[in-house]
């Protein structure tokens, strides 16, 4: 397996006045080169802490973060410029992460400024190069973001986050702010671009519908931590854990004549800030027993399937 990413028992905790906040707790995975990770969960469960800090935009608290076989939490300040180029991210609010400030030009040519790897013509063939690829018009090159729709301003930031030409690019929600049209315009012209420059993608969303149809392999999280990893397929037909279940079965039915019967979560929800040991999901499960209390590790019950669930392994505990 050509691996792109490896990362273990990877931790970000947030100290704050009430405690210490676990906001990505013991996470570990794997990604293949020119593949998709889709990663989901709940508003607060971890997702985008985990992408940023794959990423060193946020430093984890422990762990191991090795991108293309070389360790980078603890690299030297060049080893990581170098590695920079290859890793980038799509941020979720194009509003707020392009700079008011900048034209669309200015904001697509600026990595290339900051390596002072080309010329002035070369870094001119090359902003030229990604309007096209991205879809941007050459008539709103001079525009600001404030002047343009949702659309236009995100395929503005890949086309920023493809200026270096990386390998590995964080898609932090990129289509959540986004109509249901321009998704569809925006999803696709992401797997186009994965095709054509054998891009690896870890998708972040709370949307199971489109992660579904992007992504190679599903990750889901609760409050921090991994509870179901499995291919995009099997998760879909074969969900093990209590939470998976509630959340595939809150997806629409495009049909007004079928139902689909509804997990509904109840009780309070676990609080991040010192959590106790066990599973986080315990409160809320209709499965939980004295067992559930106890720490919790993440087996492989199939081939690739992997769930952090204490119950999972008995066959007949009506889970599987």
């Known amino acids: 397996m050509d691996e792109i990413l490896r990362v273990e028992h990877l931790k970000k905790i947030f100290n704050t006045p009430f405690g210490d906040l676990h906001a990505v707790d013991d996470v570990s995975f794997s990604l293949e080169r020119g593949k998709t990770l889709g990663v989901v969960g709940e508003s607060g469960c971890g997702k985008s802490t985990l992408g940023r800090t794959v990423l060193q935009l946020i430093k984890p608290t422990s762990g191991s973060i090795r991108f293309n076989g070389t360790e980078i939490t603890d690299c030297s300040v060049q080893t990581w410029k170098d590695l920079r ?14 700079d008011p400030r900048m034209a669309v030009w200015d904001i697509i040519e600026e990595p290339l400024k900051i390596q002072k790897k080309l010329s002035k013509n070369d870094r001119y063939q090359k902003v030229r190069e990604l309007m096209d690829t991205v879809g941007i018009a050459e008539r709103i090159q001079y525009s600001y973001p404030h002047e343009l729709d949702g659309g236009r ?24 702010a986004l109509d249901v049209s321009i998704q569809a315009q925006i999803i696709n ?44 397929d099997e998760l879909f037909s074969h969900p093990v854990h209590p939470y998976t279940k ?25 609080s ?7 599973c986080r999901l315990a409160p809320r499960c209709q499965y939980a027993t004295d067992a559930c209390l106890s720490p919790q590790t993440v087996a492989e019950i199939k081939p690739n399937h992997f769930v952090n669930c204490c119950r999972a392994t008995f066959e007949n505990s009506g889970l599987l």
């Open 272 to 278: 991040p800030i010192n959590p106790k040991p066990g």
């Open 153 to 176: 301003r995100q395929r503005i930031g890949i086309a920023r986050a493809l200026a270096l030409e990386p390998k590995f690019i964080v898609c932090d929600e990129p289509v959540s």
């Open 85 to 98: 180029e290859d890793m980038q991210i799509i941020f979720q609010d194009p509003m707020s992460s392009l």
């Open 246 to 270: 509630a959340l595939l079965s809150a997806i629409p039915i495009p049909d007004a004549h079928s139902r689909r019967e509804k997990i509904r979560l109840k009780g309070e929800i676990t």
């Open 189 to 232: 012209l992401l797997m186009d671009l994965q095709k054509e420059k054998k891009l690896s993608y870890m998708f972040i969303t709370h949307d199971l519908s489109v992660v579904k149809y992007i992504s190679d392999e599903i990750m889901v999280m609760y409050l921090g931590q991994i509870v179901e990893k499995a291919p995009s």
